[in-house]
Structure formats: structure tokens, C-alpha cells
């Protein structure tokens, strides 16, 4: 099985590590290559059939980008038919590639067969349909549309999506695209998923559980010939999405075996929150100090589930996953509120939030990470009465539905004018809402606000 430490292979052998100075990567290197995504990838699919598709870009041959493609869905969808002592489920596969100009650049058309001996067991352990397809691109802006059909549950989905294939000039150093693994491990021999002697089970997904190690593969190509040096530095850390390292960052130097290496990786993920980060990759050719630098989107999260098996923290997650009064309209709330059951309830939570997504086909759904990241602020952080949680108060009403304010005035007790305190929102226009502890008893309640539809009382500080 694939270890943490980095192993590069150039052409088919082993080189070796050693010790890389920091100071090394200067910010005055002769050349740059900012290889970012212009579009984000991985999707997910739109229709019945729910599956995930990413992307990797790679060096072809005689002048082309080799565009892989790779998608993975839940078994547990597919409609299964008996043949002999198995179940089984098929699917068809098609991939059409169009130009800026709408002219088709690459089509396919595919089956995958999936069975099972126990339909009972995939339903109680789950199983994945996973595949990967490569097509030769020219440089430039393409459209990519992946159906994949269930044949025997007549049910299918769809990613229509944007597609940025970058060129790889013979002369300049550059970085292939990364590609996210759920393992590695040495080949056996040919097949699907083997790329240079190497067996890469695609993450698909880009989805990793927080603190496990995000494993991932790479390729450099047009390192000059090695002189008194003959080595290059490759550097990792996560970033958050305004671009701050939030990892630590995992530095190796290799000597050179050629023009070109394949890199295997992994980065920890220690203790950080849900959500989208990017991982940077940086490489340095040491003998003519050329510099790459690529980011690549992937996503954080807790773990999930529902039942006796979660944790605490989990339980938690889950109440703030289905506490929806004060981001839901009114409307949803008499529709929530006439459900009895738990599961026609949980089944309208999922479309409310899927309703609410602001990346629909991405797999991280922003607002309800937003949301329960809110949610536990207010519940931690905010006092209510009696039995009150903290996101059931005021402030915790506030919190919730318009998010942290941009500044926050407290005045204490004078004389008889009790303790106040004021926020100000200026995101768009400027708003505020004043809570005022009329009790004295540490519990604020909104006394005033500017903010349309909520609460206007100016004279609140005539208030005794």
C-alpha cells in the first residue's frame, strides 16, 4: 500500500530524496507558470441517477493535452437483474467534447456491467461504480457533456460543464494537472487505472474526511538537462480559499532522471473545518530556476451519519442541520412544519438545502456549511433564558440569518441606562441592530433595527 512519504519515479526508476532549504524558493525566479483552474471541477450530476465527475490534465503526444475523465456513483441507484447466482446492473456511458466553435472534438460511447451476489449485503455496506476515459485535445476552451443511463432502472444523469485544456509547450517547464486518489499502490499490470507502473484509484469526489491524509498524483515535464545541481524542489500546502496556508507545508528535493516525473504524494489534513480549500503544488528546476505553481480545489468534511452511531459533535451538526426558522420563508416553514414523520421531513430538508446551494454541482453545499458553522457560534457563544438555546435567542436569531456582523459596539451599565450593544452590518448597505439587556440578566433582546422588515423602534433609548 501507498506510505506517506513522497516516492518520484522518473521513466521506470527509483530516485532519492534529500534535505531541501527553505530559502530556496525565491520570489524572483526567472518564470512562473500560474497554472489555476478557470473552471471547478469535480461535478456532480443533474437528473435521477446522482454520480460525480472530475478531471485531470496530463502531456500527450505530438503537440496534445491527454484530458482524462473520471466518474464514480453509488451502486445502491442501480436497478439489478438476476443472472445465475449474481445480481447485476448496467451501465451506459457517453462523453461528448465540444470546441469553442461547437464542433464535436471528442465522443464516446460506453457500457460498464456491476453485479453483486447479494443485494441484501450492498444495500447494508454500499459499493461504488468507478471509470475513467482519456481523450487527445488541442490547447483551448471546450464543453464537456457525460451521461451516464441506468439500462435496467431507466434512470439517468447528466454533467454539462466547461472544460479549460492548457497546452504544454516543449521548451517550458511545467506541471501536469493533479490528480486526487482514494490509494496507490504499485501495479500489478495493465488496467484502468495504472498510470506509469502505478495503480491510482481516483477521489473522484475531491472529498476527504478531516484529518485523513489527501493522497494525490502528479507529473513535471521539460526539466533541463542536470548540471552541477541536477535536482528539483516540489513544495505542498493547503490553502484556504482566500489563499492563506491553514497546513503545514511538506517540502522534498529530488535529483533529476530525466525530462519529465511522476510524483506521489499525500498532505495531512489535521484539524481543520469543513469546507473548500485548495492544494497548492509548487516545483522547482533548480538549474534554471523555472517555477510552477498549480491550485486545485478540494474539500473538507466531518464525518456523517444518522443514528446511534454518531458522535456527539455529529448529533450536534445534525440539529443544526434541521433547525431551518430562521433561514427558511414562510412558506417552507407551514410545509415543514405539517410533516409528522422523520424521514418526509429529513427527505424536505435535502431538497431545501440542495435549493439553497449556491454551487448545485460541486459536492460541498457552502450554505449549509455556513449554516451550522453559525448555528454552533450562536449556540456556544450567545445566552438565552431558560432553557433557551443560545441560537434561539436574539442575537442568535441575528447571527444565523445574516451572518457575523462587520462591527460590534458593547456599552456597559451607566447609572440607569442598562447595557447595550449594537451591530452594524455594511455588506450591502449599512444596517444595524441594537440588543439591550433589559433585565440585567445577561439575556439581550433586540430592541431596534434599521434592517427592512426587521424590528424599527428609534426612540430605544428613551426606553427606562
Do not use: C
Amino acid at each position: 500500500m501507498f506510505s506517506r512519504r513522497l516516492t518520484a519515479y522518473f521513466a521506470a526508476f527509483t530516485v532519492a530524496a534529500i534535505a531541501v532549504p527553505g530559502s530556496l524558493w525565491a520570489q524572483d525566479a526567472t518564470s512562473i507558470e500560474e497554472a489555476d483552474p478557470k473552471v471547478e471541477w469535480p461535478r456532480g450530476s443533474l437528473g435521477d441517477l446522482q454520480f460525480f465527475a472530475d478531471a485531470a490534465l496530463f502531456r500527450g503526444v505530438q503537440g496534445f493535452a491527454l484530458q482524462e475523465f473520471y466518474t464514480v456513483l453509488d451502486a445502491r441507484q442501480l436497478q439489478f437483474v438476476p443472472e445465475g447466482n449474481q445480481f447485476v446492473s448496467q451501465v451506459d456511458l457517453s462523453l461528448i467534447i465540444r470546441d469553442a466553435a461547437g464542433q464535436v472534438a471528442g465522443e464516446e460511447n460506453w457500457t460498464r456491467n456491476f453485479s453483486v451476489s447479494s443485494l441484501r449485503e450492498l444495500k447494508e455496506t454500499g459499493g461504488v461504480v468507478r471509470d475513467q476515459i482519456g481523450f487527445s485535445l488541442k490547447a483551448g476552451d471546450y464543453t464537456v457533456l457525460l451521461t451516464v443511463e441506468d439500462i435496467y432502472g431507466d434512470s439517468q444523469g447528466e454533467v454539462d460543464a466547461p472544460l479549460l485544456v492548457e497546452g504544454f509547450e516543449a521548451t517550458g517547464f511545467a506541471s501536469s494537472g493533479v490528480l486526487f486518489a482514494t490509494a496507490v499502490a504499485k501495479a500489478r499490470g495493465e488496467g484502468r487505472f495504472v498510470r506509469n507502473g502505478w495503480e491510482v484509484i481516483p477521489r473522484t469526489t475531491r472529498v476527504y474526511q478531516n484529518n485523513e491524509p489527501i493522497r494525490f498524483y502528479h507529473e513535471l515535464y521539460n526539466l533541463s538537462p542536470g548540471s552541477s545541481l541536477g535536482a528539483f524542489d516540489v513544495r505542498y500546502v493547503l490553502l484556504s480559499e482566500e489563499g492563506v496556508p491553514v497546513s503545514e507545508t511538506v517540502d522534498h528535493r529530488y535529483k533529476k532522471g530525466g525530462e519529465s516525473a511522476v510524483l506521489i504524494d499525500s498532505i495531512a489534513a489535521t484539524d481543520l473545518d469543513p469546507g473548500r480549500y485548495f492544494l497548492e503544488v509548487q516545483s522547482l528546476d533548480l538549474d534554471n530556476k523555472m517555477q510552477t505553481r498549480r491550485r486545485s480545489l478540494v474539500f473538507l468534511q466531518s464525518e456523517e451519519g444518522i443514528g446511534d452511531g454518531l458522535t456527539e459533535d455529529q448529533k450536534v451538526s445534525l440539529v443544526y442541520y434541521r433547525h431551518i426558522k430562521w433561514v427558511a420563508e414562510e412558506a417552507d416553514l407551514n410545509v415543514y412544519g405539517a410533516l409528522e414523520r422523520l424521514e418526509p421531513r429529513d427527505k424536505f430538508l435535502k431538497v431545501f438545502w440542495k435549493r439553497l446551494d449556491p454551487t448545485p454541482s460541486t459536492v460541498i453545499n457552502e450554505k449549509l456549511i455556513e449554516h451550522v458553522r453559525r448555528m454552533r457560534y450562536a449556540h456556544n457563544n450567545f445566552s438565552g433564558g431558560h432553557r433557551q438555546s443560545g441560537y434561539d435567542t436574539d442575537k442568535g436569531r441575528v447571527y444565523v440569518r445574516y451572518g457575523p456582523p462587520s462591527d460590534r459596539e458593547y456599552r456597559s451599565a451607566v447609572d440607569s441606562v442598562k447595557p447595550y450593544e449594537v451591530w452594524t452590518y455594511d455588506t450591502q448597505g449599512t444596517y444595524e441592530f441594537v440588543f439591550r439587556d433589559r433585565r440585567g440578566i445577561g439575556v439581550y433582546e433586540l430592541v431596534h433595527s434599521t434592517y427592512p422588515g426587521e424590528l424599527y423602534n428609534p426612540n430605544w433609548q428613551n426606553e427606562i
